[in-house]
């Protein structure tokens, strides 16, 4: 037992010299002024909620709803070191095309079911939190923030334009808060590997024309948003 311990001790100090000793050789992190570009995979997965769909010759079509598929693309961070542990920061990214998707409508006769796509844009900025300080070579963040979502290349599928008449998709812009969590990891050389999530309330009405007239439903995106990054500290 004893020499158990020993062996315990003396493996925990060599692990913590090792530690301290290669702490000491890289450069500080995260301090003020420091400026820390990320490139990534960013992934919008929506956690979304729809209203029924509402045509204005019908009214509202009992159970049926709008949804939005996730989707995967280069995502970019900036971030400002305001302190040693408090930053702004800049979500961008090349825009997210996500595919539409209407349910419900076979009981009504129709057997649309992929609406279309659009693509978005969600710029978000952040105030961000780091813990630990200056020296810490991992630093995990909390932030909120607010994002400003547009909606663009609005199209149908050809079933929707052939089956239901679908016509001029409008997707309103939209305001909402973000919560932000992440973690920051040193490698050295300023080099930074970067795990990290927003939360984002994202609403948007739909609007269209078709054979029922026009066609509103209220969609709630809400999504999470995933990314994966490396990062370059300046
Ligand atoms: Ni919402």
Do not use: C
């Not at 009992?62 to 900036?78: H, P, R």
């Not at 939190?129 to 609005?154: C, E, H, L, Q």
């Not at 739909?206 to 029922?212: G, I, P, T």
Request: aromatic share 10%; net charge negative.
């Amino acid at each position: 037992m004893k020499r158990l311990a020993d062996t315990a001790i003396a493996v925990a100090t060599i692990a913590f010299t090792t530690i301290v000793t290669g702490f000491g050789n890289v450069a500080l992190a995260h301090e003020a002024g420091d400026i820390i570009l990320r490139v990534g995979a960013a992934q919008v997965a929506p956690d979304e909620s729809s209203s029924v769909v509402t045509t204005t010759a019908t009214g509202p079509l009992a159970a049926t709803a709008v949804g939005v598929e996730d989707n995967t693309q280069l995502g970019l961070n900036l971030v400002w070191m305001w302190t040693d542990s408090i930053a702004l920061e800049v979500l961008a990214a090349t825009p997210f095309d996500h595919d539409l998707r209407v349910s419900g409508l076979s009981q009504y006769g129709f057997s649309t079911t992929d609406l279309g796509s659009t693509k978005h844009l969600p710029p978000t900025l952040s105030a961000l939190y780091f813990f630990g300080n200056a020296n810490s070579m991992i630093r995990p963040y909390i932030g909120a923030g607010v994002n400003y979502t547009t909606f663009f290349s609005k199209d149908f599928t050809s079933q929707a334009a052939s089956e239901l008449g679908a016509n001029g998709l409008d997707l309103d812009d939209s305001w909402g808060l973000s919560a932000r969590a992440g973690i920051d990891i040193h490698l050295g050389d300023n080099w930074i590997l970067n795990a990290s999530m927003w939360a984002i309330d994202i609403d948007t009405d739909a609007n269209f024309s078709s054979a029922l007239g026009n066609v509103n439903a209220s969609v709630e995106i809400d999504p999470l948003v995933y990314m994966v990054s490396l990062g370059f500290q300046f």
